[in-house]
């Protein structure tokens, strides 16, 4: 069994910096994949980026070149720095992970989920 703990959300203005945490717990067998997804009220859940264990990364366009993940496999954490914050990245953001398979977004291959951390960009 695999738990994962969201942290590091909060309210930025537009233009600002948030770096969002996720402690995993649990045992990691084989190769896997942790993401980063994001849910707003009435829409389906969306890939912000995701990185394999060998460090290869993916991100949704959306947020290319203001997004950064990153993981510490040594102390299961992994995190998400998000600069140049806009009002639309305003969500709940939820870290996940998946055992086996490719790099990717796709919402339905990930296993485990956390229970997510609100993060509310004003304009």
């Known amino acids: 069994q695999v738990q994962l703990v969201e942290s590091g959300g909060g309210s930025v203005q537009a233009g600002g910096s948030l770096r969002l945490s996720c402690a995993a717990f649990?045992?990691?067998?084989?190769?896997?994949?942790m993401g980063w997804f994001r849910q707003t009220l009435g829409q389906e859940r969306e890939g912000v980026g995701a990185i394999a264990d060998d460090g290869r990364t993916t991100y949704a366009d959306s947020v290319k070149g203001r997004f950064t993940i990153s993981q510490d496999n040594a102390k299961n954490t992994l995190e998400l720095q998000m600069s140049s914050l806009k009002p639309e990245d305003t969500a709940m953001y939820y870290c996940?992970?998946?055992?086996?398979?490719?790099?990717?977004?796709?919402?339905?291959?990930?296993?485990?989920w956390g229970q997510g951390t609100q993060v509310t960009v004003s304009s």
């Open positions: 996940a992970v998946r055992f086996g398979g490719y790099l990717g977004l796709r919402v339905t291959e990930f296993d485990y």
């Open positions: 649990g045992y990691f067998y084989g190769s896997h994949y």
